[in-house]
T-cell receptor, first 113, second 115 residues
Framework: AQSVAQPEDQVNVAEGNPLTVKCTYS??????LFWYVQYPNRGLQFLLK??????LVKGSYGFEAEFNKSQTSFHLKKPSALVSDSALYFC???????????FGTGTRLQVFP | NAGVTQTPKFRVLKTGQSMTLLCAQD?????MYWYRQDPGMGLRLIHY???????AKGEVPDGYNVSRLKKQNFLLGLESAAPSQTSVYFC??????????????FGAGTRLSVL
């Protein structure tokens, strides 16, 4: 079955430190990968995507993600966390030649001052 | 600059009551989606539409019906609400479902409680 796993329910990091939010996937064929962020009482906002090409993709608000085909991972990273980055982060995959997204369960990022 | 608009924002229903959630998008998108978000389960696709007049089942369609009579609107109906349908519902739209360059744009959500 095709799926996305976010192994951490919550990630805590101090402001100014680097952060990583993990995502692994299981799909057949080449996937399209996405990260979305959800702030309290808001809808999901697109952060970045991997379609093809360079394994390191850069997105909004200083976030980046690294696609690793051998490890089937697409971890979200930021060099220096801000308190305002505190939110719920979702990884999603669109299997090749389909029109639907499969979402992970979400990881809550808490950045402490 | 509305994007995707969902109404209502909040609703409380009694078991057995019916209601309709409205999603409207002003981006001329072909594809529209309804998801539900539950703690620890992420977003699960209920129904979706690939164009005006079309609908298709997603991962968790039971207990819901949808209609796409106009391109800009996608309605989600609950004919007989059950407590298991207590959730936050999100609508999304996309220019096309299969073009990898396209992303989904989400509304702010509808928080539904069924007592």
């Amino acid at each position: 079955a095709q799926s996305v796993a976010q192994p951490e329910d919550q990630v805590n990091v101090a402001e100014g430190n680097p952060l990583t939010v993990k995502c692994t996937y299981s799909v057949s064929g080449n996937p399209y990968l996405f990260w979305y962020v959800q702030y309290p009482n808001r809808g999901l906002q697109f952060l970045l995507k991997y379609i093809t090409g360079d394994n390191l993709v850069k997105g909004s608000y200083g976030f980046e993600a690294e696609f690793n085909k051998s490890q089937t991972s697409f971890h979200l990273k930021k060099p220096s966390a801000l308190v305002s980055d505190s939110a719920l982060y979702f990884c999603a995959v669109r299997p090749y030649n389909t029109d639907k997204l499969i979402f992970g369960t979400g990881t809550r990022l808490q950045v402490f001052p | 600059n509305a994007g995707v608009t969902q109404t209502p924002k909040f609703r409380v229903l009694k078991t057995g009551q019916s209601m309709t959630l409205l999603c409207a998008q002003d981006m001329n998108h072909e594809y529209m989606y309804w998801y539900r978000q539950d703690p620890g389960m992420g977003l699960r696709l209920i129904h979706y539409s690939v164009g005006e007049g079309t609908t298709a089942k997603g991962e968790v369609p039971d207990g819901y019906n949808v209609s796409r009579l106009k391109k800009q609107n996608f309605l989600l109906g609950l004919e007989s609400a059950a407590p298991s349908q207590t959730s936050v519902y999100f609508c999304a739209s996309s220019p096309s479902g299969r073009d990898p360059k396209n992303i989904q744009y989400f509304g702010a959500g509808t928080r539904l409680s069924v007592l």
